[in-house]
C-alpha cells in the first residue's frame, strides 16, 4: 500500500497552514480528485475518499484493489465551498464520499454535467435542484470560482437523447489562475482549439491511458497528457488517474520524460501532496 505524503490530521494542518498564507493551493487527493484552495476558498474535484470500488467488485474478475491509502475521511473536510463531477462513473461521483461532504457542508454547491443531473441527485441523496447542471460552454459563478464547462470524451463525445454532452471537463478560474480539470477523456477533434483560448494556468490530466484487457473506458496517456499541456499552452501539468487501482494504473514516468522533451513545465505530486503558486515546477527528469 503506498502511503499518502500527508493524511489525516497532517493533511488537515497542512490546509489550514495554506489558508493562513493566503494564495493558491492544490493538493492532489488521489485518483482524479484535487482539493483547490484559493484566499481561504476551497473547491473539491472529482473527490473519490472511499473504498466503495473496492467492495463493489471483490470476489468478482476485475478487482479494483487499492494502490494508496485514503488521504481523508470526507466527513472531516467540513470547509468546502463547492463541489465538482465530471461524469457518473464512480470514482468521479461517489454517493460514500459525496453524502458525508453534504453533511459537513449544508451550503455547498454541487457542480455537475447537465445530462447527469438525475442520475448525481439519487447518488448524493439530494434532490435535483439541490445540484448545478452545466453543459459544454454554459459556466457559473459560485463560491468564488467560475466554472466554464467543456467536453470530454472517454472515449467518445457522447450526448444524451437531448443532445447534453455526458462527459465533461471544466475550466475553473479562480483569483489570477486559470485551472483545466479534463475529467476523464481522450484526445478529440478541435479539443487544443478549444482549450488554447482560456489561457490555462495549470492542467489536471489523466495518465492511466487505454488498455481494451481492462475493460473499461480509457483516458489520454503520459505522452499525449503531456502533449495536450503543451499543445494548448498551460503553464504547468499534473498528471492524474494513476496508483489507485492496481488494475488501472499506468507510471508517471512516461509523462515526465515526455513533458521535459517538450519543455512543458510539470510537477509529479504524491497523493496528500500540496503545490502552491510560485514553487518551482519541473522539466522532467
Avoid at 497542512?14 to 493551493?25: E, S, Y
Wanted: proline letters at 6%.
Amino acid at each position: 500500500m503506498i502511503e499518502p505524503f500527508l493524511e489525516g490530521d497532517a493533511f488537515l494542518d497542512d490546509v489550514r497552514a495554506a489558508r493562513a498564507r493566503g494564495g493558491f493551493h492544490i493538493w492532489w487527493l488521489g485518483q482524479s480528485g484535487f482539493l483547490i484552495q484559493q484566499d481561504g476558498r476551497h473547491i473539491l474535484l472529482d473527490p473519490y475518499l472511499s473504498d466503495s470500488l473496492t467492495r463493489k467488485y471483490a470476489g468478482t474478475d476485475k478487482p479494483h484493489v487499492r494502490m494508496t491509502r485514503r488521504v481523508i475521511d470526507p466527513a472531516r473536510l467540513d470547509f468546502i465551498d463547492v463541489v465538482t463531477s465530471s461524469h457518473n462513473h464512480t470514482d468521479h461521483l461517489d454517493g460514500e464520499t459525496l453524502r458525508p461532504l453534504i453533511a459537513a457542508n449544508p451550503g455547498m454547491a454541487i457542480v455537475v454535467p447537465e445530462a447527469n443531473r438525475a442520475f448525481a441527485a439519487e447518488r448524493c441523496g439530494v434532490e435535483p435542484g439541490r445540484l448545478i447542471g452545466l453543459d459544454d460552454r454554459l459556466m457559473v459563478e459560485v463560491g468564488g470560482f467560475r466554472i466554464t464547462a467543456v467536453p470530454a470524451a472517454h472515449e467518445t463525445v457522447e450526448r444524451d437523447a437531448e443532445g447534453r454532452h455526458i462527459y465533461l471537463g471544466y475550466v475553473i478560474h479562480t483569483g489570477r489562475k486559470t485551472i483545466y480539470h479534463s475529467g476523464d477523456t481522450v484526445l478529440y477533434d478541435g479539443m487544443v482549439e478549444r482549450l488554447r483560448p482560456f489561457g490555462v494556468d495549470l492542467a489536471l490530466l489523466p495518465i492511466n491511458g487505454r488498455s481494451p484487457e481492462r475493460r473499461v473506458a480509457g483516458n489520454l496517456d503520459g505522452l499525449e497528457a503531456a502533449r495536450l499541456a503543451r499543445d494548448i499552452g498551460a503553464r504547468l501539468a499534473i498528471p492524474c488517474h494513476y496508483e489507485m487501482f492496481e488494475f488501472n494504473t499506468a507510471s508517471p514516468e512516461a509523462f515526465a520524460e515526455e513533458a521535459g522533451r517538450l519543455g512543458q513545465p510539470m510537477r509529479v505530486l504524491r497523493a496528500g501532496e500540496r503545490w502552491t503558486a510560485g514553487e518551482p515546477s519541473f522539466m522532467g527528469h
